[in-house]
C-alpha cells in the first residue's frame, strides 16, 4: 500500500525534514502532540475526559456496581493500559497525495512537499512487529467496556483503535492511518520504501533542487503538484531528476562467514543456485554478514524450491531472507 506524509516547506521546519528525509528516518510523536483537540479523548462510564487526564482522576474516580462488582478490576487494567498508552509514538499518514485540505493544512499552504511511502517496506526494518491502524471516523466518542478489557490480552489493537485511531467525521477527508509503536521518538527505515517526493505548487525550485541532492541515488520519483484547469483538483507533473546519473545510494557487498553454505547431500543438487541467492542477499543495503544458507522445508514446492539466508543486518540483528528457485532465476535475468 502507497501512504503520504506531508510536510511544511517553512525555515523552522525544513531543515528537519530533510535531515529525516536523508537519514531515512520517520519520529513517532507522543499522543498528546497530535493536533486534534479531541485526540485520544474516550468515555468511561458516561464520563468524557481525554486519556492523559484519566490517571489523575482515578481516586475521585465513580464508577457504577457491575464495575465495583468486577472488585474494580476493570478499573486497574485499564489504568495500567492507559499508564502504558502515554509513551507510545503514533505516526500519522494519509492515503491520498492530493488532498488541497491536507497541503493547506500541513504542508505549509502548498510550499512544502509530500512524501510517498510504501508501507509494507516502511515497517520492515526497525517497525516491522508494530501495527498499522486505519483510522475510523464517527459522530460520537468512543466508549471504553469491560468487554474491551477483557479481549485486551487477545487484541490490543481493538482497545489502540478507540484511543488513537477514532476520529470526528470532520477529520474524513484526511483518510488517515497511523503506526503505533512502544516509545516516542525516530526510527530507521529501509530508504527503498520511499518511493516519491511531491512538490507543493509554490514551492521554491532551489528547495525542489536541494531535495533532489540529498536523495540522489535512491532512484526516486519527483513531481510539482499543479492546480487542474476548470477544476477544483490538483494534478501531478512529474519532474526529471536533476541527479539522475549519480552512483546508486548504499551499494554494498557483506562477507560471507567460511563454510556457507555447508552443502550436504539435500543441498547439493541446488548449489548454484543457492549460491546465487547468497550472492543476492550479500548485496542487500542492509546486510553485513551471510551467517547461514539451506533449503526451506516449510516453504518449498517441488517445482520451485525456496531456500532462506540467514544474515546479520548492520544494525546487529539476525534475519532469514527467504528466496525461491523462481525469483533467483529473475533476479539473474
Known amino acids: ?63 457504577n456496581e457491575n464495575i465495583k462488582i468486577a472488585e474494580g478490576n476493570f478499573i486497574n487494567a485499564i489504568s495500567k493500559f492507559i499508564e502504558t498508552s502515554k509513551s ?5 499518514l494519509s492515503k491520498s497525495h492530493k488532498d488541497e485540505l491536507l497541503w493547506a493544512y500541513y504542508a505549509d499552504s502548498h510550499r512544502g512537499f509530500c512524501i510517498e511511502y510504501d508501507l509494507e517496506i516502511l515497517k520492515k526494518y526497525q517497525i516491522e512487529h508494530e501495527p ?54 525516530f526510527y530507521d527505515y529501509d530508504y527503498r520504501a520511499l518511493k516519491a517526493i511531491y512538490f507543493g505548487h509554490r514551492s521554491e ?13 535512491r532512484s526516486i520519483k519527483y513531481y510539482l503538484m499543479k492546480p487542474e484547469n476548470g477544476a477544483y483538483n490538483l494534478e501531478r507533473h512529474e519532474l ?14 557483506a562477507k560471507v562467514e ?4 555447508y552443502l550436504d547431500e539435500k543441498i547439493t543438487p541446488f548449489e548454484n543456485l543457492i549460491n546465487s541467492a547468497i550472492e543476492i542477499v550479500r548485496r542487500e543495503p542492509y546486510c553485513r554478514k551471510i551467517i547461514d544458507a539451506y533449503l526451506s522445508d516449510s516453504k518449498e514446492t517441488p517445482d520451485n524450491p525456496v531456500f532462506y ?12 531472507f527467504f528466496i525461491s528457485k523462481n525469483e533467483i532465476l529473475l533476479n539473474g535475468s
Open 1 to 63: 500500500m502507497r501512504v503520504f506524509k506531508y510536510r511544511g516547506g517553512g525555515k523552522a521546519t525544513l531543515k528537519r525534514d530533510l535531515a529525516s528525509l536523508a537519514r531515512s528516518q520517520v519520529y513517532l510523536a507522543p499522543i498528546d502532540t497530535l493536533n486534534d483537540p479531541f485526540e485520544a479523548q474516550v468515555k468511561i462510564n458516561g464520563e468524557s475526559f481525554e486519556i492523559g487526564k484519566f490517571l489523575k482522576m482515578l481516586p475521585t474516580f465513580k464508577y
Open 88 to 92: 507510545w509514538g503514533i505516526y500519522s
Open 132 to 185: 498499522s491502524i486505519d483510522v475510523e471516523y464517527q459522530e460520537c466518542i468512543p466508549t471504553i467496556e469491560m468487554l474491551d478489557m477483557l479481549a485486551l490480552n487477545d487484541n490490543q489493537q481493538l482497545l489502540q483503535k478507540k484511543i488513537i485511531a477514532t476520529k470526528s467525521k470532520h477529520w474524513k477527508h484526511e483518510n488517515e492511518i497511523r503506526i503505533v509503536t512502544g516509545r516516542t521518538g
Open 205 to 217: 525550485e532551489k528547495f525542489r533542487k536541494l531535495t533532489m541532492r540529498l536523495l540522489k541515488g
Open 240 to 253: 526529471e531528476d536533476l541527479y539522475h546519473s549519480a552512483p546508486k545510494y548504499m551499494e554494498n557487498v
Open 258 to 261: 567460511a563454510g556457507v553454505p
Open 309 to 320: 539466508i540467514t544474515y546479520e543486518r548492520n544494525d546487529g540483528a539476525i534475519r532469514n
